[in-house]
């Protein structure tokens, strides 16, 4: 997830005992675009007496490459006056989140307008929309949001569980779940070596991007390579095939990874 505060301008390496990663050429080729599109946003178009402490939520067709989402590209407006605030690219979801650092001034139309040259993973363009809605006469209430999660009490139990066996991250949990000598692509996931083999570790795959790139899960190559793509066999501009190998993690484990990586990758 990127964050970032810009002013808004303008009118998502793991193996399980099944096997480890293996290479392959089923890579998304970048000329293959489909239709690149908003296909659900928050507020909904022509909504009206949305709070006036909303974010703005828009999910795509496709993966959102983070380094195209700015101000330049994805505009709230209302007449002439453009807003400012933080932008996040949820993966999991195939959102754009856009957060106002002020609350919407009440009862007045919005339109939020996203540009070509917000793009893919695969490189594709977005196809430019409008999305128009009115805001209401105040905020709403929001409870308190949950703390995020830990490494050791959340994520190191589904590395454990997905990770070991043969010549792979760790061993099996059968064979005690501890370290092994040659952990495949250099990855360590036992207990004693994980959380300093993902978090701040260049990936081996694409030394540009750290396995784990703390409060930033949309530019961290785990999650990447952890998402089940419905049209692919793997997030495009990651290498070898998603992992775990076989049955992938289900939504809500890689939902859990994404929400510890956005929360500051605590241990």
């Keep these: 997830m990127r964050r970032s505060t810009v002013a808004l301008a ?24 489909a239709t690149f599109e908003i296909v659900e946003s928050a507020p909904a178009a022509l909504s009206a007496g949305v709070p006036t402490n909303t974010d703005i ?53 919005y339109v939020v307008t996203v540009l070509s040259d917000v793009r893919s993973l695969q490189g594709c363009a977005a196809r430019e929309q409008q999305v128009k809605f009115q805001s209401g006469d105040g905020p709403m209430t929001r409870p308190d949001p949950p703390p995020p999660p830990t490494f050791a009490a959340d994520v190191l139990p589904i590395l454990a569980s997905s990770c070991g066996g043969g010549s792979c991250h760790r061993q099996s949990p059968n064979d005690g779940g501890g370290c092994v000598a040659a952990p ?16 701040g570790a260049p990936s ?59 929360g500051g990758a605590a241990r």
């Design 10 to 33: 303008g009118s998502v390496v793991l193996a399980s005992s099944a096997g480890c990663s293996r290479p392959t050429d089923e890579q998304p080729r970048s000329g293959d675009c």
């Design 57 to 109: 939520r828009l999910t795509f067709s496709g993966y959102p490459d983070p380094d195209s989402v700015d101000g330049n590209d994805v505009i709230l407006s209302s007449g002439l006056f453009t807003r400012f605030g933080r932008y996040d690219v949820d993966l999991v979801a195939r959102q754009v989140h856009f957060t106002p650092l002020n609350p919407l001034t009440a009862d007045i139309t």
């Design 184 to 199: 495949a692509k250099g990855l360590s996931l036992c207990d004693a070596d994980a959380y300093a083999a993902l978090v």
């Design 204 to 262: 081996q795959e694409l030394v540009a991007m750290d396995r784990v790139a703390a409060s930033d899960p949309s530019r961290s190559y785990l999650l990447r390579k952890l998402i089940a793509p419905d049209d692919a066999p793997i997030v495009p501009g990651t290498l070898g095939e998603r992992m775990p190998p076989g049955l992938p993690l289900d939504g809500a484990q890689v939902r859990l990874i994404s929400d510890w990586i956005a």
